[in-house]
């Protein structure tokens, strides 16, 4: 449930227009649990649900404009006409009409940065996620610090260099016979251009 004392009522209800190719756009539809319905093993971009919120609970309107292929897709949706500087972009309606134009909030925002007053702050969890965010820290400067870590690191190192002297050497007698075969023509083309040389 939203809480009333985060609405600003200057904010306007924002959509997300986003591309299927384009890796942040997803970013932004994850982190907004969207999802859509799959129609014959393909997602079907034209129905888009997404579970959170905005700050007056009313769920989040994401739009995709283009599918995975860059294809046009929603095309008659008022969101999709605006012209953006990419994708993921936030749009906001134009006060007395249906078209939409651009907003001050460009790219892909995590939800727990967001400014107040866009999303329902109530149910993005972030100081659960902060938590967890600094216990992966805590747990990746341990693993930093250990011996076993950093003794696998090294023979992982160590494996690779020598996998790409064994390759090295192994092709080595590749690279000769190649050379022999264009010495012929690389003397030819040498010769002539020697010869032309007026000193």
């Known amino acids: 449930m939203s809480d009333p004392t985060q609405l600003d009522p200057t904010q306007k209800p924002l959509t997300v227009v986003g591309a299927a190719w384009c890796g942040y756009s997803k970013k932004q539809f994850e982190s ?27 769920q989040i309107e994401f739009v995709w404009c283009q599918n995975d292929k ?18 993921p972009s936030w749009v906001q309606p134009v006060d007395g009409s249906d078209t939409f134009e651009a907003s001050a909030i460009k790219g892909f925002v995590p939800p727990c940065n967001m400014e107040a007053g866009v999303l329902n702050a109530g149910q993005l969890n ?17 693993a930093m610090a250990d011996k076993s870590v950093m ?17 090295d050497a192994a092709l080595q007698p590749f690279q000769d016979s190649l050379k022999n075969a ?6 030819t ?9 007026p000193w």
């Open 70 to 87: 860059g294809e046009p897709v929603n095309s008659d949706h008022e969101a999709c006409k605006v012209e953006t500087t990419g994708y």
């Open 32 to 58: 907004l649990g969207c999802s859509n319905p799959e129609v014959e093993g393909q997602p079907d971009f034209t129905n888009t649900t997404c579970q959170a919120e905005r700050a007056d609970g009313e």
């Open 126 to 142: 972030c100081q659960a996620i902060e938590t967890a965010t600094n216990v992966c820290r805590e747990q990746e400067e341990k």
């Open 189 to 197: 083309c040498e010769d002539g251009l020697k010869s032309a040389q």
């Open 182 to 187: 264009l010495s012929g023509y690389q003397k």
């Open 151 to 167: 003794d696998a690191q090294k023979s992982l190192k160590d494996q690779k260099a020598k996998l790409m002297g064994d390759m």
